[in-house]
């Protein structure tokens, strides 16, 4: 009687696995699903992958086995030709997006066509998260799927936005490589393509840079590191050192260039440069002696600008930068750059008399210095077939056309931007800031503020009433996870998760598709994925539902 009860189990328990059906209503919503009354796709063992086309759409359809694995625990398998029962990627120029899709599903085969392979990508992106997750993957035999329905229909897509970015600052706390991994399958798990990497700060120099041997050997410590919100009390616990070496940080970029996403690096200047300054005092205007700094916020140590041995400092290090970051986009910063030293520095001074620069529109002749220190780096960088993004400080002076501007402290600087010519990315505090907290729940230390996931989802970078020059000019949007109080990983994805999907969708959907209950509902199944990588993250928008 007991094994017949458990045969029955069994039974149920096989019939549960064999009634998977897939669901495209995904995070980001696709801008199309037509969906018909034909037979569905099965997707099963039997399948097979058939990828037409370069090393970029083999490597795809390894993406799209591997996930199918992860997933439902299927097992599908690579094939030269089609046959039924496949899942095929191409590439087809009747896709006008560079990162547009479109998948077909019928009864014989799922099509997934792009115009680039990053396109193809995407439309992999869509099908995996439509797919239903299986917990028990590799665990129970009996628990396995045994074969998933595909309904028929067409989905087109493409993004709202060429720019969808996540920034991580490794500066203020270090992650090891195997976190930084995991951020880009984040990014890449949301439709993301810029992975904006801030290894520059006050408090670290965190990358290998082999003229300079000091920035990594004293830059990259710190004596100790305050408690709280700048108390006066230390944990006399050194920090360090942590840097990436060169290798690690080219086995990065491949691993982001992979999936799609390119990687910016940033070294931020003229300010939060102690921990340099720390290593190469002489570049200072007062010459030191600087220390890393063991607190958070805003210094006047900063790079001299009088100095030509800065220049070629800074020249030598971005060499090195250019090396490793084959990204088009190099940040340089800009932000929070206090002149007060300059207005004592008597070679800044004279720099500022050579250069006749004078002081207008409500800001002074050092800030028109700051102007001529990054358009210097500018014209360098644009010698090397690079250009330049900075912080929306950079507005406070005559900046060099070709400059991108990141609109952080709310949304003017993205607008000023545009209304001077200037492509912009926004990731305006009051809505990206993923530092802050997201519940009202404080027991955990942040550094402040309060964004919900419904604040972030109800952004829109552009709106219907924007002006010609915000249309032409708002280039996408980024979300930034400064690191003074977050620590360790687990609380990196909690900070992150599930705001990344809201701002994800914003970065992804038309605006006019967008809607809060509708993305509540569908980013249930995206937590699905964040249970099976074992994710921390915040569950407050279903709290009720317990």
């Known amino acids: 009687m007991k094994k017949t009860f458990l045969t029955i189990l069994m039974a149920v328990a096989t019939l549960a696995a064999t009634a998977q059906e897939a669901n495209y209503n995904v995070v980001p919503l696709p801008q199309n699903i037509t969906l018909n009354n034909s037979k569905p796709f099965v997707l099963n063992n039997q399948t097979s992958i058939i990828a037409e086309g370069n090393e970029a759409m083999q490597r795809n359809a390894k993406f799209l086995k591997d996930y199918i694995k992860q997933t439902t625990g299927l097992q599908v398998a690579d094939a030269a030709t089609k046959g039924s029962n496949s899942i095929v990627l191409r590439l087809s120029k009747k896709i006008s997006a560079n990162e547009g899709y479109c998948i077909k599903v019928d009864a014989k085969k799922v099509v997934i066509e792009g115009k680039t392979p990053a396109g193809v990508f995407y439309g992999i992106q869509t099908l995996r998260k439509s797919l239903p997750v299986n917990k028990h993957c590799g665990k129970h035999a009996h628990h396995a799927m045994t074969s998933i329905s595909m309904p028929a229909g067409v989905i087109n897509d493409q993004p709202r936005f060429g720019y969808r970015g996540g920034m991580l600052d490794v500066a203020r706390h270090f992650f090891p490589v195997a976190f930084v991994k995991e951020y880009i399958d984040l990014l890449a798990l949301h439709n993301l393509n810029t992975f904006h990497f801030h290894l520059t700060e006050d408090q670290g120099w965190r990358i290998e840079i082999k003229k300079y041997p000091k920035l990594t050997e004293i830059g990259s410590k710190r004596a100790q590191t305050v408690v709280g919100h700048n108390s006066p009390v230390y944990d006399e616990t050194p920090y360090g050192p942590f840097f990436y070496t060169q290798e690690e940080l080219r086995e990065i970029v491949k691993y982001a260039a992979d999936r799609y996403i390119t990687v910016i690096p940033e070294i931020d200047m003229p300010g939060h440069m102690?921990?340099?300054?720390?290593?190469?005092?002489?570049?200072?205007?007062?010459?030191?002696?600087?220390?890393?700094?063991?607190?958070?916020?805003?210094?006047?140590?900063?790079?001299?600008?009088?100095?030509?041995?800065?220049?070629?400092?800074?020249?030598?290090?971005?060499?090195?930068?250019?090396?490793?970051?084959?990204?088009?986009?190099?940040?340089?910063?800009?932000?929070?750059?206090?002149?007060?030293?300059?207005?004592?520095?008597?070679?800044?001074?004279?720099?500022?008399?050579?250069?006749?620069l004078q002081g207008r529109n409500g800001f002074s002749k050092e800030a028109q210095l700051q102007c001529y220190f990054m358009n210097r780096i500018s014209k360098y960088l644009a010698s090397k077939g690079r250009t330049v993004i900075g912080w929306d400080e950079l507005l406070e002076g005559d900046v060099d056309p070709g400059t991108t501007i990141m609109s952080w402290r709310g949304t003017e600087g993205g607008e000023q931007a545009a209304a001077r010519g200037l492509n912009a990315v926004m990731t305006p505090t009051p809505y990206h800031y993923f530092d802050h907290y997201q519940n009202k729940d404080q027991s955990i230390r942040l550094i402040g503020g309060y964004i919900p996931i419904e604040k972030v989802y109800s952004y829109n970078p552009v709106p219907d009433d924007a002006s010609v020059e915000m249309k032409k000019h708002i280039i996408g949007v980024q979300a930034n996870l400064w690191t003074e109080y977050i620590t360790c990983s687990q609380l990196a994805e909690y900070q992150l998760l599930p705001r990344m999907a809201a701002m994800c969708e914003t970065a992804w959907s038309d605006n006019s598709k967008k809607d809060f209950n509708s993305f509540r509902e569908r980013e249930k199944k995206l937590t699905k994925l964040y249970d099976k990588f074992k994710w921390t993250y915040a569950k407050d928008m279903w709290k009720q539902e317990k």
């Open 274 to 356: 102690r921990a340099a300054l720390a290593a190469y005092p002489e570049f200072g205007c007062t010459g030191g002696p600087y220390t890393v700094a063991e607190e958070w916020g805003v210094f006047d140590e900063i790079l001299c600008a009088g100095k030509e041995e800065t220049f070629s400092f800074l020249q030598d290090i971005l060499d090195e930068i250019l090396d490793i970051f084959p990204s088009k986009v190099i940040h340089i910063g800009g932000d929070e750059a206090p002149r007060t030293e300059w207005k004592k520095c008597p070679r800044c001074q004279k720099r500022i008399e050579e250069q006749n």
